[in-house]
């Protein structure tokens, strides 16, 4: 197993990887008592589009594929759902889709193995049938309405829809009514053979283990299998431009809220990314933080009432900055908001506010590992993008004040910038 | 973790949870007075006022500035309701020395000097609160409550809580009322302040790696230093509902509709509460439950089914979004549930998973700071301190005959749907 250390956090990595293609990390945490395990495929709502290995045709799939996916894999040959095995057993289980990935996870203090035995069971027998697909559209269903009813949502997701003209992120994960109507066991079947081979997938261990045992007992677990290789995955074309720059929608909101969207121009070098990471994130809180002149000038005007967040959300394909809030006025935030880019530009960013930020980014960074679920998320996240978590630690010193001012000319264009409001 | 409980001075109490398994120490401070139709707006303003400046870093930005050159230390507070109290709860989480690029800074020490000065060495002016932060925190306060539309779920389970405890405190919204608000200004809130400081249960938790220093930090710490000493004055019983088949519904611009039904348990004492929690969770709060299974499992009636038990009131809320035009048929299948539970239609195995879930979550409460801040306050104010061991063992003790009887106990009392 390689061995990798932190010394700022003084955690460790143990991290193999396998011959049939499978990652496995395992970080122990001493004296914690809850243990947890996620076990990951780099596939999201983002893959419609890829050749099943041993075809040479394109295969397209409906939109919430890899969501419906998800909720069909508890389903188990012999009538059983393993969530019900797991839930028995006093573990806390559960799954989540992404636009870029699909996990299955449990947490508990007691009971660990037996629930291994069941999520590594279930995650390698799938088991289809027209009925049981059939009857997961009813619940699917509610869980696209309980979207539909939630404003914050709806917000980010009409951002997606005028910053993207093609790409798949702009789709909602879930799917829509329609597209999941059209999903049926053998599509299941296609994605699953295609996307849950072990060279697609990663499993992340934390608590108080010891990681060599950890690993043979995952091991022991694993049915014979052969990497297949990498899978061939297509995304239409997608321009640099915005689709337009303004989208509104009407829904029962006590005061306007708003997201603002900023599309990037992605990079595949996962040192790139971690770079740009840390770097946007300064930006953001110089931009439209609680200690940025904007946000006092906002908060005084009683244009804004509470925070302003900022997000930047990004793949190998895709990339974007999101700056969200509630405000009266968001047209003015809007524009307040590009004045203070165009000030930062001129201006330059001052040496005392890089470092005091800088701190806090830090800071932010030690508090991720308290936290046995926060980790192994975060590294398995991390990992389907080529990046090992401390290399944030690692690399916050060569982020200097230079870069910034570079990333603020080249991410902060006015061209690239939509707005999303929902409002009465 | 090892965890002590000392009082400093009539009324204030510090809580010390020592551990060394995390890389951040956090520091809350608990204010806690009665829940009062008269004094809820001014006490939830009070507290949006404090985080505006202190006398010593006079504005936001100054104080986000500090946060900032503490390594991101983050500042929150909130306001909640714990039976018929409202607390006002302040939080500090900062760094461990231990984790820092340069040492021997003290995070710690500055943490809890910036807090106890927010809350405790406010901005005054002319013998009252800054009456620019006032105003416009009185405004911020009046889109909060009017907000509370924004989510759809949580605002079913406000209602049919404000429905069941109509008149009586827990009926009160935690942020209060817009009304209110005219009659409010930077001379009175200082007064209600000023009474707020000499009446209310302080409790001052810190979290981490710590030693004996700690306790010195905040006996000496000045602002400490000049509180007086007081009788508190909180509530200890709760009281009652009066309500009794209560059904509400109400239209608003949703896709979904939220059902939410909310049951009076009926405990006769503290202790039948640890067979609750047992019915709770075979009743809608796993994956396993009844509910679950049923609503959402086989009918597909729902994404989302389940309930939570309320402690300190003796309420389970069960929640559902659906069809709308499924009202009935969801209303009726939660009733066949509780039906099904007073017939004992349940299984030893049930009761069985269920106390592995309960006891899995308790063995986690030192595994997070402020979970087992909370835990600890809850104990605090039940009165009833039971270790951790203890609270396993009694819910290892509990058996199917324990359940059925708190099952026949449970009525409904009111059933709230939202709906378009």
Known sequence: ?424 | MNYTKKEIKKGIKLHVLNTDKFKTNLVAVFLTTKLERETVTSNALISAVLRRGSHTLKTQEEISKQLEELYGASFDCGIDKTGDNQVLKFYIESINDTFLTQSNENILKKSIENILDIIFNPLIENNAFKKEYVEQEKNNMKLRIEGRIDNKRRYALDRCIEEMYKGKPFGLYRFGYVEDLKNINEVNLYERYQQLMKQCKIDIFVSGNVNEEVENIITENQNIKKLEEREPSYNTESEKNTVKQGKKIEKMDVMQGKLVVGLDVNSQNEDEKYNVMIYNTILGGSANSKIFQNVREKANLAYEASSRYFRYKDNIFVNCGIEISNYEKALNLIKEQLKDMKNGNFTEEEVENAKKAIISSIKTIDDEQDTSITYYFGQEMSGNQKSVDEYIERIGEVTKENVVQVAKQVEINTIYFLRN
């Open chain 1, 1 to 424: 197993m390689q061995v990798i250390e932190n010394s700022k956090v003084k955690e460790t990595l143990y991290l193999e990887k396998l011959e049939n293609g499978l990652t496995v990390m395992i970080i122990p945490k001493k004296g914690m008592k809850k243990k947890y395990m996620i076990w990951g495929t780099n596939y999201g709502s983002n893959e419609n589009v890829f050749i099943v290995p041993g075809e040479n045709e394109k295969t397209e799939v409906p939109n919430g594929v890899a969501h419906f996916l998800e909720h069909k894999l508890f389903e188990q040959e012999n009538g059983t759902n393993s969530l019900d095995t797991l839930t028995a057993l006093g573990v806390d289980a559960n799954a989540f889709t992404t636009n870029d990935m699909t996990a299955y996870l449990f947490g508990c203090t007691d009971n660990f193995y037996p629930a291994m035995d069941e999520l590594m069971d279930y995650v390698q027998n799938p088991y289809f049938t027209d009925e049981n697909v059939e009857k997961e559209k009813g619940i699917i269903g509610q869980e696209i309405m309980m979207y539909d009813d939630s404003p914050d949502w709806k917000v980010y997701l009409n951002a997606m829809q005028i910053l993207y003209h093609n790409h798949p992120v702009k789709i909602d994960v879930v799917g829509t009514i329609d597209s999941i109507s059209k999903i049926d066991k053998e599509i299941l079947y296609k994605c699953y053979h295609t996307f849950y081979n072990l060279s697609n997938m990663a499993i992340v261990v934390c608590g108080d283990f010891e990681p060599e045992n950890i690993l043979e007992e995952i091991k022991k677990r694993l049915k014979n299998s052969k990497a297949n290789g990498k899978i061939q995955t297509f995304y239409p074309e997608e321009p640099d431009t915005i689709v337009k720059e303004k989208i509104e929608q009407k829904m029962e909101v006590s005061q306007p809220m708003y997201t603002i969207g900023i599309k990037v121009k992605p990079t595949d070098n996962p040192e790139e990314m971690v770079k740009r990471d840390m770097a946007i994130q300064i930006l953001l809180e110089l931009l439209v933080g609680k200690s940025s002149p904007l946000y006092k000038k906002l908060y005084d005007e009683g244009v804004i009432s509470g925070g302003i967040g900022g997000s930047y959300e990004f793949s190998e394909n895709y990339a974007h900055v999101l700056i969200s809030g509630q405000s009266n006025d968001p047209e003015q935030v809007y524009s307040r908001i590009k004045q203070e880019i165009n000030r930062q530009k001129q201006e330059g960013i001052s040496e005392n506010d890089f470092n005091r930020i800088k701190k806090k980014l830090y800071g932010e960074y030690v508090k991720d590992y308290d936290d046995v679920e926060n980790i192994a998320n975060m590294f398995l996240t991390n990992y389907f993008m080529g990046i090992n978590s401390f290399d944030y630690l690692n690399q916050i010193d060569t982020i200097n004040v230079e870069y910034l001012k570079q990333l603020l000319n080249d991410v902060f264009k006015e061209e690239k910038m939509v707005i999303s409001i929902v409002r009465n």
